[in-house]
Nanobody, 121 residues
Framework: QVRLVESGGGSVQPGGSLKLSCEVS????????MGWYRQAPGKQRDVVAI???????SYIDAVRGRFTISRDIAKNTTYLQMNSLQPEDTAVYYC???????????????WGQGTQVTVSS
């Protein structure tokens, strides 16, 4: 069994900051890129940021310079530091990871349960 558990969501005013965490637990042999996605009401789930095993990160244009993704490999945890939040950042944020549970097995895509981020004045 593999679980992804997110935390750190909440409500902030425009210009505020939040830090999301996602801890992976369970039967883990290897975790390939981890990422954060978000889904606003009535919209599809879209990628926000990705970080590879060697620490390379990428962002969508809408958050580049404001959000920072990081990863603690020893703790099987990824973080998303979100600064200068704007109302358009309001969404449910999901953690994603592709995980192999044993050597020579396929990587499986896993999702967290989601955490709500609301930005409003």
């Amino acid at each position: 069994q593999v679980r992804l558990v997110e935390s750190g969501g909440g409500s902030v005013q425009p210009g505020g900051s939040l830090k999301l965490s996602c801890e992976v637990s369970g039967n883990i042999f290897s975790i390939s890129p981890m990422g954060w996605y978000r889904q606003a009401p009535g919209k599809q789930r879209d990628v926000v940021a990705i970080i590879t095993l060697n620490g390379e990160s990428s962002y969508i244009d809408a958050v580049r310079g404001r959000f920072t993704i990081s990863r603690d490999i020893a703790k099987n945890t990824t973080y998303l530091q979100m600064n200068s939040l704007q109302p358009e950042d309001t969404a449910v944020y999901y953690c994603n990871a592709r995980i192999a549970s044993a050597p020579y097995t396929d990587y499986v895509n896993y999702w967290g349960q989601g955490t709500q981020v609301t930005v409003s004045s």
